[in-house]
């Protein structure tokens, strides 16, 4: 199975809502990373947090790390419409390729 | 140029017959990836270039599938007697260093690969 696994596969809801989506994963990591991919083209990185940070923000995101249960949270506040997409978590476990998860679908109800 | 180019956009073969997709990594961007994603799938590593450096070939699926980097710069993936399960979108990234000092990478909108 994937490294990073994301959950729920898919979530909707409407315009103004906050989004929350979840990532798992099995072995110990350097880092943890989150893209967001338009219509199954190229992913654009959104934010990174190291394994020993707890939280990070970008803007309308926040990311929260927890290492003891292998675990990390994306936080979209004050959905739009231009959202929806799908995010994946990727770890960097110190091999040299990013391992990504299957992804959660957002749809964003305008 | 700006951004991780990648050629064709679009591709349809017939089943056994070879395929080249290209990928235009960032200038001065030392690693290269390949990933490939199924539908509604995650992506599957395939292939990292670093530099001189011998590739990780670890993630290729068969040995149909194929990579070269010519002068540090420019990568082409080459899919030999394509079967209908090679269909995927094959994405290229880029970074300035190893993945390993926590740089982030940056795709290439991708070559879908249909085949027929």
């Known amino acids: 199975s994937q490294q990073g696994e994301e959950d729920p596969q898919a979530l909707s809801i409407q315009e103004g809502e906050n989004a929350t989506m979840n990532c798992s994963y099995k072995t110990s990591i350097n880092n943890l990373q989150w893209y967001r991919q338009n219509s199954g083209r190229g992913l654009v990185h959104l934010i990174l947090i190291r394994s020993n940070e707890r939280e990070k923000h970008s803007g309308r995101l926040r990311v929260t790390l927890d290492t003891s249960k292998k675990s990390s949270s994306l936080l979209i506040t004050a959905s739009r419409a231009a959202d929806t997409a799908s995010y994946f978590c990727?770890?960097?476990?110190?091999?040299?390729?990013?391992?990504f998860g299957s992804g959660t679908r957002l749809q964003v109800q305008p | 140029g700006a951004g991780v180019s990648q050629s064709p956009s679009n591709k349809v073969t017939e089943k056994g017959k070879d395929v080249e997709l290209r990928c235009d990594p960032i200038s001065g961007h030392t690693a290269l990836y390949w990933y490939r994603q199924s539908l509604g799938q995650g992506l599957e590593f395939l292939i990292y270039?670093?530099?001189?450096?011998?590739?990780?070939k670890s993630g290729l699926p068969s040995d149909r599938f194929s990579a070269e980097r010519t002068g540090g710069s420019v990568s082409t993936l080459t899919i030999q007697r394509t079967q209908q399960e090679d269909s995927a979108v094959y994405l290229c990234?880029?970074?300035?260093?190893?993945?390993?000092?926590?740089?982030?990478?940056?795709f290439g909108e991708g070559s879908w690969l249909t085949v027929v």
């Open positions: 990234a880029s970074s300035l260093a190893p993945m390993d000092s926590g740089n982030t990478i940056y």
């Open positions: 990727a770890t960097n476990t110190g091999r040299r390729a990013l391992t």
């Open positions: 270039f670093q530099g001189n450096s011998a590739p990780d």
